[in-house]
């Protein structure tokens, strides 16, 4: 294979590299929920270069809507990105531009074209990815994983679980490890931060189910590196020590942040590294 990405959509090991800068920095955009949020980043040093912009993510939230509130964030930075291309993240699996799931916003968003909508709505170069896989290569890139060699685990603890899976720094996508079943439960059914706010657990008692979780996963993949990311990870050290792994585990450093970042990262890494097989999806 010559391109740039594998058959699963990954980045190639030599376009891990940092992209060739410019003088301006890329627009992330992390849609949530309840809130869609952006900022311009620093790609040098993996920062914002000017304050987050946030906006109620709409009622209806279908394609089209959000990306009508995308436009306003575009728009309110639009003397510091220029031209540039924008990374989006999406609660969503996201394969070659067309969004495969929806969770906490609308089920029309299923196989969408998320990435065109996008594209025709904004005219100008989009890079739709998961949300979690974001934060993930920018744990790798500037925070709890940079300078990891190795295969880093990055889980997101929240509403559900979200996962992404970077080896050597070669993102794996959409690796949905929340959805393992385990002991007939779907992970996140029992191990997510809201079943711990919902039912009123200890963090001992939620980090023995957190316990069971990395576990199993930990015998399927055998990272070197755990991060643990999630509103949750601001108290770490309330659960993470009463977990026995074989693998490090640490929290991410960028928290909130990471998505922006990441999504920024991958929007410049794919101007150089377009991915060959999206413009062949119908």
């Given at each position: 294979?010559?391109?740039?990405?594998?058959?699963?959509?990954?980045?190639?090991?030599?376009?891990?590299?940092?992209?060739?800068?410019?003088?301006?920095?890329?627009?992330?955009?992390?849609?949530?929920?309840?809130?869609?949020?952006?900022?311009?980043?620093?790609?040098?040093?993996?920062?914002?270069?000017?304050?987050?912009?946030?906006?109620?993510?709409?009622?209806?939230?279908?394609?089209?809507?959000?990306?009508?509130?995308?436009?306003?964030?575009?728009?309110?930075?639009?003397?510091?990105?220029?031209?540039?291309?924008?990374?989006?993240?999406?609660?969503?699996?996201?394969?070659?531009?067309?969004?495969?799931?929806?969770?906490?916003i609308d089920k029309s968003w299923i196989d969408a074209p998320a990435e065109k909508?996008?594209?025709?709505?904004?005219?100008?170069?989009?890079?739709?990815?998961?949300?979690?896989?974001?934060?993930?290569?920018?744990?790798?890139?500037?925070?709890?994983?940079?300078?990891?060699?190795?295969?880093?685990?990055?889980?997101?603890?929240?509403?559900?679980i979200g996962s992404a899976l970077i080896y050597r720094g070669v993102l794996i996508?959409?690796?949905?490890?929340?959805?393992?079943?385990?002991?007939?439960?779907?992970?996140?059914?029992?191990?997510?931060?809201?079943?711990?706010?919902?039912?009123?657990?200890?963090?001992?008692?939620?980090?023995?189910?957190?316990?069971?979780?990395?576990?199993?996963?930990?015998?399927?993949?055998?990272?070197?590196?755990?991060?643990?990311?999630?509103?949750?990870?601001?108290?770490?050290?309330?659960?993470?020590?009463?977990?026995?792994?074989?693998?490090?585990?640490?929290?991410?450093?960028?928290?909130?942040?990471?998505?922006?970042?990441?999504?920024?990262?991958?929007?410049?890494?794919?101007?150089?590294?377009?991915?060959?097989?999206?413009?062949?999806?119908?």
């Amino acid at each position: 294979m010559t391109g740039p990405w594998n058959s699963c959509g990954a980045i190639s090991a030599d376009a891990t590299k940092l992209p060739v800068m410019t003088e301006r920095p890329v627009l992330g955009i992390d849609i949530g929920g309840s809130g869609i949020k952006g900022a311009p980043v620093d790609l040098a040093e993996g920062v914002f270069a000017e304050k987050r912009l946030r906006i109620e993510t709409p009622q209806q939230s279908t394609p089209k809507n959000v990306a009508a509130v995308v436009s306003e964030i575009v728009d309110h930075f639009a003397d510091q990105i220029g031209d540039g291309p924008i990374g989006i993240t999406v609660p969503a699996v996201v394969t070659h531009g067309r969004t495969r799931s929806a969770a906490n916003i609308d089920k029309s968003w299923i196989d969408a074209p998320a990435e065109k909508i996008f594209e025709d709505h904004l005219g100008r170069p989009i890079l739709l990815v998961n949300d979690a896989d974001a934060a993930g290569v920018a744990e790798v890139q500037y925070g709890a994983a940079k300078g990891n060699p190795g295969l880093v685990l990055m889980t997101t603890l929240g509403t559900g679980i979200g996962s992404a899976l970077i080896y050597r720094g070669v993102l794996i996508p959409n690796s949905e490890l929340g959805h393992l079943e385990i002991d007939g439960h779907d992970a996140e059914s029992r191990a997510a931060a809201s079943i711990k706010d919902k039912t009123g657990m200890s963090y001992e008692e939620y980090a023995q189910r957190l316990q069971r979780y990395y576990e199993v996963v930990e015998a399927l993949f055998w990272p070197d590196l755990i991060v643990v990311g999630g509103g949750v990870s601001k108290d770490s050290d309330e659960f993470l020590p009463h977990l026995k792994l074989n693998s490090p585990i640490v929290p991410a450093e960028l928290r909130n942040k990471a998505g922006i970042i990441g999504a920024a990262w991958l929007a410049r890494d794919a101007q150089d590294n377009p991915d060959p097989i999206s413009h062949n999806v119908s």
